[in-house]
């Protein structure tokens, strides 16, 4: 039987982003686990803010037809955001809105099973974000998401020169929810007894 298949990406494409460290640590722990990890970066996705005459006119982006296809064959999603004035970065609330709006074999949003994770350079560890997200995905797009979540507050001096963090439980964390993310991704996709 096939593995899972995880994706895993950041909200933000900034040069040393910290949800992109927190993303890249995901995937190489994904990579020990029984899974199939993908990374990908939304720097990949160009996409125009989201217009609805754009879309009347030009019809939905192929970037955002690509980000809908790798959304609908994973099992498993695993989405970092940053905190941008409590709530979304606009690059991961556009990539949402636009994959929305994306039609294509597979349901994006209800088909995987998502969850959430958060960085900061402050003390919230992006908590405020990982709220909207969360009702962004099981509100808005009907996705079930894990309760567990993974927050990195201090983020600047959180990961170690090996792309680790530093903090070994909150490690251990990370690793239990990415577990836990592939036993329920496995089990909706019925890939497991
Ligand atoms: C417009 C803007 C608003 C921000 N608002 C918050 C905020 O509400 N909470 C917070 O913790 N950090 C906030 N920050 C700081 C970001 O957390 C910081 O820039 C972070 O490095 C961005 O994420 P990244 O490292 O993944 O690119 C804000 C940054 C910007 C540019």
New binding site residues.
Partial sequence: MRRPRILTF???I?T?????ALAALAAKELARLDCEPVLISLADYPLPIYDADFEASDGVPSPAMRLRDQLALADGVFIVT?????GL?PLLKNALDWASRAKGEGDAFKKPVYAIGS????G?G?Y??SMMLRQVLALGLGALVLAEQAMVAG?GSAFAENGDLKDERAQERLRALLSALIEQAALRSGLRA
């Fill in positions: 950041a909200g933000s900034r040393g982003a910290y949800s992109a940053p905190e941008y004035n409590a970065p960085t900061s350079p402050g919230l992006g405020r974000a983020a």
